[in-house]
């Protein structure tokens, strides 16, 4: 009597598991071909594009457009000015008015930028633009220089190819749309001090020196230097996550950025 | 037919297979929960005497790493579709500030994942063989195929009471895993952790992976998808040696076979995964799980789908095989 009460649990019990998991199966099934949510978020983003779809007023003005990651977008900056804004108020030219506007999505890689400058959207800015800054690859890299990885330079090659053409398509795109806009590149620095081996850094140096061939073989385009900067100031210029620069290491690239660009624009 | 069912389970507890089957699954995720909780300790600590022991401050790394979740989504050039999968990411970064845990802490309902997601491929395979390789060659090499053949009832009726005793015993090996995974590390980890929500329903659409149909579960929920996957390739696996069993006589040749098919299988898979038709052999297509998380395409044109299809197709093949052999062939024993 007891085993037939046990026998009839099994039984009852394994066909209510089964037909369970057979309704997993079709949910999961539904879940990786289902597109629903999928047009929700696209027309989410649609309108929040729309927002901020502002151009530059005059093109009478000096008019910078910043792009890039989460150093062109500021992250860090106590006093919330970044590269774009703190380069206006130094240069502080009473005879032109100076118009900043910032497209830079923190921890946007290469490729994301890519998407940005393709978007016809971006456009309107760069045609209008008297000066692009652009701090791009530092994500690119960060994950290799976080990680161990036994493969680190076969990735980092894989990785750096497809920066350079990356790259080489954006400032293409720019030179295309706009080909007076002076192009000003931030390179990367060393955020980890010497927390990270001489190797990595090594890696890191290189995809500067490659950036600044590529960058400086465009016409009205320069390369700014920041990992000197940075070198022995890690304490200074970064802020509390130790890794993007605070509002004196902005401001440090934005002197720099000065005594390199400014001098062509005093004579004119 | 229930009574014939009956029989069989009999049969099955009475060769101590689920024993078996409980003892090596709770060998093994003894072994793999240790490990990982000591593999977790080891990391702390090396943490620790990194920052000259200061405890291991990881909520404000998260609470920062939220911070800059959000200044993306409020970015107005987000890549498209990347909003969904943030936000996902942020409410599990809030998940483990609101219940003070490490995001690397290891949790039960985390392992009980990861060790069906670990075992589809070979070792849950392997528990069901020990199930279904001697279901019907044990009958013929012991002989008893006589008495249960010269019952008044027909062939096929034997045959499918085998196979359903063998679903539901399949059923209940996924059970036992889920419970013995669940109730094994739960000792090692002392957290449940089923409530933290997770994301699902990534696609790779022409090569680029895409989170457009992201969605927010919670892990029990995404643990009883994984567990349903393990069930149905556990039923094709099932099916398929229920074939070879039916085919050979001798129980040692019908595991010999069915484990050189799974273990070539993944050879296979690895040396000649441009060659097209490998998709269509069923160990190429045992890893349903990793279209779950959508970081899987081992061959051009698969999809989960395609892969449930292909399972099917083989399992029902091998169904009529073995129920044509069994009602044809002669019994000389």
């Known amino acids: 009597m007891n085993k037939k009460i046990l026998w009839l649990i099994l039984f009852v019990f394994s066909i209510v598991i089964a037909v ?34 502002s151009v530059f007023k005059s093109a009478d003005n000096l008019n910078i457009l910043v792009i890039g990651d989460s150093i062109g977008a500021g992250v860090g900056d106590e006093t919330s000015m970044g590269l774009g804004k703190g380069y206006a108020l130094k ?17 946007a890689k290469t490729e994301d930028l890519l998407a940005v400058i393709q978007n016809t959207e971006t456009d309107a800015f760069l ?7 652009i701090s791009i690859g530092g994500n690119d890299i960060k994950s290799l220089l976080d990680n161990e990885a036994s493969t680190l330079s076969i990735d980092y090659e894989e990785l750096l190819t497809q920066y350079l053409s990356d790259l080489k398509v954006i400032l293409n795109a720019i030179k295309a749309k706009n080909a007076d806009t002076q192009i000003v590149f931030i390179g990367l620095y060393n955020p980890y001090g010497d927390k990270v081996d001489m190797e990595k850094i090594e890696l890191l140096l290189n995809m500067n020196y490659k950036t600044s061939l590529l960058v400086d073989s465009y016409s009205s385009s320069v390369y700014i230097p920041t990992y000197d900067l940075f070198k022995y100031h890690l304490d200074a210029y970064l802020t509390i996550d130790d890794f993007h620069p605070n509002a004196a290491g902005y401001s440090a690239i934005v002197d720099r950025i000065i005594s390199v660009v400014l001098s062509d624009e005093m004579r004119q | 037919m229930v009574s014939l069912i009956q029989n069989e389970i009999t049969k099955i507890f009475l060769k101590k297979k689920m024993i078996l089957i409980a003892i090596l699954l709770i060998v093994l995720v003894g072994l793999f929960a240790y490990g990982e909780k000591y593999a977790y300790d080891k990391t702390i600590s090396k943490f620790e005497s990194s920052v000259s022991g200061a405890s291991y401050d990881w909520k404000s790394l998260v609470n920062q790493q939220i911070e800059q979740l959000k200044g993306r989504v409020d970015s107005p050039y987000i890549p498209e579709s990347a909003i969904q999968s943030i936000n996902i990411q942020i409410e599990q970064l809030e998940y483990f500030v609101s219940h003070d845990l490490n995001p690397i802490t290891p949790s039960t309902a985390r392992f009980t994942v990861e060790f069906m997601e670990q075992s589809i491929i070979l070792f849950l395979p392997l528990l069901i063989i020990i199930l279904a390789a001697d279901l019907i060659s044990s009958e013929f090499s012991n002989r008893t195929i006589k008495l249960l053949l010269t019952r008044a009832v027909p062939r096929w009726k034997v045959l499918l009471s085998k196979y359903l005793a063998l679903v539901m015993m399949t059923t209940m090996v996924i059970l036992l895993i889920g419970i013995i995974s669940g109730g094994v590390s739960r000792l090692f980890f002392g957290v449940w952790g089923f409530d933290e929500p997770i994301a699902t329903g990534f696609k790779y ?9 992201v969605i927010r579960i919670t892990r029990l929920e995404y643990m009883f998808l994984v567990y349903a996957l393990g069930w149905f390739v556990s039923i094709a696996i099932a099916s398929i040696t229920f074939m070879i069993s039916a085919l050979v006589r001798s129980t040692a040749t019908a595991i010999g076979i069915i484990m050189a098919s799974l273990i070539g299988g993944q050879f296979l898979q690895f040396f000649l995964s ?16 990793k279209y779950l998380t959508g970081s899987f395409q081992p061959i051009e044109g698969m999809s989960l789908v395609f892969s449930v299809l292909v399972l099917s197709v083989w399992s029902v093949v091998s169904l009529v095989i073995s129920f044509f052999v069994f009602s044809k062939q002669d019994v000389l024993v």
């Not at chain 2, 659409?205 to 149909?213: F, H, Q, Y």
Request: aromatic fraction near 6%; charge should be negative; avoid cysteine.
């Open chain 1, 20 to 53: 369970g998991f057979i309704i997993g199966i079709v949910t999961t099934i539904h879940i990786t071909t289902s597109t629903q949510n999928g047009e929700m978020t696209k027309s989410n983003i649609e309108t929040s594009i729309e927002k901020t779809n």
């Open chain 2, 274 to 289: 441009d060659w097209g038709i490998v998709k269509y052999f069923f160990v190429s297509n045992l890893n349903l799980i």
């Open chain 1, 127 to 133: 045609i209008q633009s008297h000066m692009v800054m």
């Open chain 1, 91 to 107: 240069l502080n030219d009473n005879s032109k008015s100076t118009e900043v506007i910032n497209l830079s999505v923190p921890g």
């Open chain 2, 205 to 213: 659409i022409g090569g680029t992976l895409n989170s457009d149909s």
